[in-house]
């Protein structure tokens, strides 16, 4: 077993989210107490080619422990190379397997969703990664509960990974066909997890601790992963676990609280040094920064502000600026109705 499902241990997954879960990112919401992270997608090609962006999106650190790197693509012995080839460079503690994109570029490719209608090839690419790798490290896949409401075949898929060693699936709750619309069909990632004996890491619209409490005790889940929300609000992670702990909701995470986490954030990411410069980093920073304003008192002013920001100063006074002015602002200022990005970038 997955040393991090042992004792019922109930591990909370940072969900891999292409653009956002970043090394800083991961970090932080390691910080914050997630327990399992998993890279946002890379193909199995630009690690064939040792791509510099492929490199750049599967860096992570020790203290993220333990960490998958997920691949995607439709050739099994290729995908088997790409990561052996990763587990030279970086030694991650998993492979997942992305057997769950919605996302045109991918499918068309016969990536990511397209295998769920697919089984021999999915399996194929399953087992070829699984042997290819051995013993050297663990290979767990992460999927969508089916194609379209015409084919809703999760449990069935789950059985046929396991039976190509995957050591553990993370199951989302929606059909390639729903994209992000619709809410996740928890009843389905339940009868997964009963179909099969590896854990089952359930997935879809958890937004608060008592959610992650609820859907421990109404299924058989052994972990689940958290996206959209903490792109939001990473402390969820933290939330969740007090509420699993002692059953109490703590009190919202305060504002001075908030934008020291958001100006650590930017000052990571520029110290990272992966952009060219500071200006870049922080345009890259912008859409997390409006996901950040989601429920915030002043979040409309706050989203324009954003939408220009280029340096850590500017934000540093944005800052001082908000936290100064925000007791006259109105209540029912704090729309965030455009705040999340329910449309993966990539
Ligand atoms: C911006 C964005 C990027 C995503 N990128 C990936 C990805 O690279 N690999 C993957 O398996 N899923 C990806 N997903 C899907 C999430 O991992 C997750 O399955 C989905 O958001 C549902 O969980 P949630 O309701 O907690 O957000 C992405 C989702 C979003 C919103």
């Known amino acids: 077993m997955l040393p991090w499902f042992k004792n019922d241990a109930f591990p909370l997954y940072l969900a891999p989210m292409a653009g956002v879960t970043d090394l800083v990112f991961r970090r932080l919401c390691k910080e914050l107490g997630a327990d399992v992270m998993v890279t946002e997608f890379v193909s199995a090609e630009g690690i064939m080619q040792a791509d510099e962006r492929t490199r750049i999106y599967t860096e992570f650190d020790d203290a993220q422990r333990p960490v998958g790197v997920q691949l995607f693509g439709a050739d099994g012995p290729r995908m088997a190379e790409a990561a052996k080839k990763i587990i030279d460079w970086k030694q991650p503690d998993f492979i997942d397997i992305n057997f769950g994109c919605p996302v045109k570029k991918v499918v068309s490719k016969n990536g990511g969703s397209s295998l769920l209608k697919d089984c021999p090839t999915l399996a194929h690419v399953a087992e070829s990664i699984a042997k290819g790798v051995g013993d050297r490290v663990p290979v767990t896949a992460k999927i969508r509960i089916g194609w379209d409401q015409h084919l809703i075949n999760a449990p069935e898929v789950c059985h046929i990974l396991e039976d190509c060693g995957m050591q553990a699936i993370a199951v989302h709750g929606r059909t390639r066909a729903q994209g992000y619309s619709g809410e996740a069909d928890w009843e389905v990632i339940d009868q ?136 006259h602002l109105e209540e029912d200022d704090a729309d965030d109705s455009e705040t999340m990005l329910l449309v993966d970038p990539t």
């Not at 939001?232 to 703590?250: D, I, M, N, Q």
């Not at 908030?258 to 345009?283: C, S």
């Open 192 to 327: 997964c997890s009963r179909a099969v004996s590896v854990p089952v890491i359930g997935n879809g619209d958890i937004t608060s601790g008592a959610d992650v409490a609820r859907r421990r005790a109404t299924t058989g889940v052994s972990g689940v992963m958290i996206g959209r929300a903490a792109m939001a609000y990473p402390w969820l992670f933290r939330e969740a676990k007090e509420y699993l702990a002692t059953g109490l909701v703590p009190p919202t995470v305060a504002l001075e609280e908030r934008w020291t986490f958001i100006l650590r954030h930017a000052r990571l990411l520029v110290e990272w040094g992966k952009f060219p410069g500071e200006r870049y980093a922080m345009q890259s920073l912008r859409s997390r920064l409006m996901a950040y304003t989601k429920g915030l008192k002043g979040g409309k002013f706050l989203r324009q502000r954003f939408s220009t920001v280029s340096s850590v100063a500017e934000l540093e006074d944005l800052a001082a600026e908000h936290l100064d002015s925000v007791a």
